[in-house]
Antibody, heavy 119, light 114 residues
Framework: EVQLVESGGHLVQPGGSLRLSCAASGFTFSTYWMTWVRQAPGKGLEWVANIRPDGNEKSYAESMKGRFTISRDNAKNTLYLQMSSLRAEDTAVYYC????????????WGHGTMVTVSS | DIVMTQSPDSLAVSLGERATINCKSSQSVLYNSNNKNYLAWYQQKPGQPPKLLIYWASTRESGVPDRFSGSGSGTDFTLTISSLQAEDVAVYYCQQYYNTPSFTFGPGTKVDIK
């Protein structure tokens, strides 16, 4: 079964750091672009970052540049999101997603992990 | 960035009736070299992650019921649910992937049963 499972979300103080993980299974992880999307409570979807299959090209939404770092370990079939200088407005469910090979769109999503930034 | 807008914000439709959601992009998402519209539709039910319904504006993802259809080109798109079922209650989002990697989503349209 094709699956993405996120972990690592929890309560963190403003200014703190957190690393999220996304474990992939059921497909050849190393051949896909991967992405992070977030959703603040009661709000819409916001793209965060993506990464090329070999990990050598990364892109970020403007508001995350310099604070978030996306990475991957193809040997472990795992995607990461290192977040630092966290703000209250970063509070959200963070989803990892697979960018479909011939689709362009995000065809597989994990169930998400909740990050709460609060003192 | 390409800005995506959706209308209406919400709608309530009787079971078995048609639901229509509109999506507009601030610039064309039609790539002329391959004549594809880089536009997707997602469904999100409460407490669940989004689910891909439609890509390339009108191609249904595998396993998606054929009551869901997408249409449009350039800057104006429509998602139609031909005969609303109870399990279709959800928020629907459009997304452009033309201006990658700056993917942008519409604000969402909530669909309920009347």
């Amino acid at each position: 079964e094709v699956q993405l499972v996120e972990s690592g979300g929890h309560l963190v103080q403003p200014g703190g750091s957190l690393r999220l993980s996304c474990a992939a299974s059921g497909f050849t992880f190393s051949t896909y672009w991967m992405t992070w999307v977030r959703q603040a409570p009661g709000k819409g979807l916001e793209w965060v970052a993506n990464i090329r299959p070999d990990g050598n090209e990364k892109s970020y939404a403007e508001s995350m540049k310099g604070r978030f770092t996306i990475s991957r370990d193809n040997a472990k079939n795992t995607l990461y999101l290192q977040m630092s200088s966290l703000r209250a407005e970063d509070t959200a469910v963070y989803y990892c997603g697979r960018e479909g090979l011939l689709l362009g769109a995000f065809d597989i999503w994990g169930h998400g992990t909740m990050v709460t930034v609060s003192s | 960035d390409i800005v995506m807008t959706q209308s209406p914000d919400s709608l309530a439709v009787s079971l078995g009736e048609r639901a229509t959601i509109n999506c507009k992009s601030s610039q064309s998402v039609l790539y002329n070299s391959n004549n594809k519209n880089y536009l997707a539709w997602y469904q999100q039910k409460p407490g669940q992650p989004p689910k891909l319904l439609i890509y390339w504006a009108s191609t249904r993802e595998s396993g998606v019921p054929d009551r869901f259809s997408g249409s449009g080109s350039g800057t104006d798109f429509t998602l139609t649910i031909s005969s609303l079922q109870a399990e279709d209650v959800a928020v629907y989002y459009c997304q452009q992937y033309y201006n990658t990697p700056s993917f942008t989503f519409g604000p969402g349209t909530k669909v309920d049963i009347k």
